[in-house]
């Protein structure tokens, strides 16, 4: 069983800048391909980015590129979502989540990750 827990969402004004951390159980961390996802009040939860197992190899949707960047730290069990130049549309809660799929791809669809946090809310004022 995984556990994972986010932290760092809060109010920012526009421009601003946050970083989300997420902080997974298990002692096999390195072996997990992680992402995150967003939803915003009545729309669908979206992809967000996702990193690989070691790193090396990292996903964004088009709309957070060269804003945000997700980062590891496999030796402290931890996930980042450094975002800058935030927008109020990216008002959302933020959800960080683990697959543990045998693999070093990135995944950007959300069944294929069989664990999911709790969420923090980021909000975005103009």
Known sequence: QVQLVESGGGLVQAGGSLRL???????????YTMGWFRQ????EREF???????GRTTSYVDVVKGRFII???NAKNTMYLQMNSL????TAVY????????TTAVFTSGPLYAYWGQGTQVTVSS
């Open 21 to 31: 951390s997420c902080a997974a159980s298990g002692r096999t961390f390195s072996s």
């Open 40 to 43: 915003a009040p009545g729309k």
């Open 48 to 54: 967000v980015a996702g990193i690989n197992r070691n």
């Open 71 to 73: 980062s590891r730290d």
């Open 87 to 90: 927008k109020p549309e990216d």
């Open 95 to 102: 959800y960080c989540a683990a697959s543990l799929l045998p």
